[in-house]
């Protein structure tokens, strides 16, 4: 009894570590409230690398959710939360850098990569299809000798 | 062509193996700051002595300074302060002191026990000056040039290696153009 007791506190206490960070933001409207949860979790924690900043614990995010949360009461629009944030830490926060001229490659690099790929499996497909062909193909000559050759082991056998 | 060709992919093996190799043990957590040759943010804040007093972007004004943001509440400050004493007091160098989240007794109780490097103090208890200049981690160094833009930050400790390789040439660097 004691022990079944023990287990189901142990659980119990498990789960409260596992609790979320919860700060209590007021929004007008769930849809304002689902754009800031969205926009908290693109951004990446300086502190705590690789995670969002919606996640850590880090005073450094949950000062950077309080400034995203003050300044989208204040009218702002996500771009402009973002790049205020940005403009503080660098881009190095962004989870989705910006589409530019300098990033091209970052985010060019996999489409390349697939495309590189594929004309490889087609040169690889194309160049062994030309290969069965020409093998299976004889020419007139070539056909003569062998069902020359063919017979006279059908010969060779009957005898 | 085809020999040539079979070798391919061990080239791109060996490319890969030193492009990831460059990268094994290389300090991530150090980032350079977003306001590298902008002004420092401007910002109106208590003097840590005297709480009367503000202090705004003219402390900056004039000529190449650190900008050290510290807390008693950060370990590696302690560590660093015997370094930033021996800046202030041998070599000359002006350090302002921003100090970082933190209370006044306590950060007043510190540098009269430990001693005081800064020239100015700069009390920041809610941290907005440390978050307009993007401070992730105390304690962060700043070099200040003469006309107050943003010339480096150094995210951790100062100690010898760090002011002889790395902040002593930017402060020299800064001193030749402003």
Redesign the interface.
């Known amino acids: 009894m004691l022990r079944a007791l023990l287990a189901i506190g142990l659980v119990i206490v498990s789960t409260l570590s596992l609790a979320e960070v919860t700060d209590v933001y007021d929004f007008d409207s769930p849809q304002q409230e689902e754009q800031f949860q969205t926009m908290i979790e693109e951004l990446r924690c300086?502190?705590c690398?690789n995670q969002n900043i919606a996640d850590s614990h880090?005073?450094?995010a949950k000062?950077m959710r309080n400034?995203a949360y003050r300044m989208m009461q204040g009218g702002a629009s996500r771009d402009e939360v973002v790049d205020a944030l940005?403009?503080?830490?660098?881009?190095?926060i962004l989870y989705k850098p910006a589409v530019e001229k300098r990033t091209f490659l970052l985010w060019a690099t996999p489409v390349i990569a697939v495309f590189v790929g594929l004309l490889a499996v087609i040169g690889v497909v194309i160049r062994s299809r030309r290969n069965a062909r020409s093998i299976t193909e004889l020419t007139p000559d070539e056909k003569a000798r062998a069902e020359e050759f063919l017979a006279d082991m059908e010969q060779e056998k009957r005898s | 062509m085809k020999r040539v060709l079979l070798f391919l992919p061990l080239i791109i093996v060996l490319g890969l193996g030193v492009v990831l190799f460059a990268g094994i043990g290389k300090d991530?957590?150090t980032?350079?700051?977003?306001?590298i040759g902008k002004p420092v943010p401007s910002f109106s804040l208590a003097d840590l002595h005297s709480p009367g007093r503000l202090i705004s972007n003219d402390v900056f004004k004039g000529k190449v300074q650190l900008l050290n943001v510290w807390g008693t509440w950060c370990p590696s400050c302690r560590d660093e302060h015997p370094d930033l004493l021996r800046l202030a007091k041998q070599k000359g160098v002006s350090i302002i002191g921003l100090n970082y989240?933190d209370s006044r007794d306590e950060a007043l109780t510190w540098l009269s026990r430990l001693g005081d490097p800064y020239s100015t103090s700069i009390y920041d208890p809610k941290?907005t000056l440390g978050?307009?200049?993007?401070?992730?981690?105390a304690p962060e160094t700043f070099v200040i040039d003469a006309s107050g833009v943003v010339r480096y930050r150094h995210v951790g400790v100062v100690n010898q290696k760090v002011w002889e390789e790395t902040l002593l040439p930017v402060i020299n660097e800064a001193k030749g153009n402003g």
Do not use: C, H, M, N
Not at chain 1, 86 to 92: K, L, Q, T, Y
């Open positions: 300086p502190k690398q880090a005073p450094i000062d400034e940005v403009d503080r830490f660098g881009e190095f | 991530t957590t980032l350079e700051s977003a306001l989240k941290g978050f307009d200049l993007g401070v992730y981690g």
